[in-house]
């Protein structure tokens, strides 16, 4: 039984590291529909989710610039160039 349950938590934690890799790579794409960057040319510097406000914002980095994302899933989409 015991062994049964170190393993159920092996898996999960497993199973829940490759998590944050295919979410922020769902953002790239997201991203890169909006800012003409290539998905792998792309590195999210800074995310926030604004739960009470149904907010995701995002900023991506590529090429040298960076721009903020503002997502009301569902709604809308935008990524605007932030000024150096």
Known sequence: MRMW???ALILTFLSLSGCP???FH???KKSAQHTGCRVDDMVIVDDENEVAEGVHRWTVECAGKKYRCTEIPKKSLECKPIPD
């Open 5 to 7: 349950i170190v393993s």
């Open 21 to 23: 890799e295919v979410y």
């Open 26 to 28: 769902e953002m790239k």
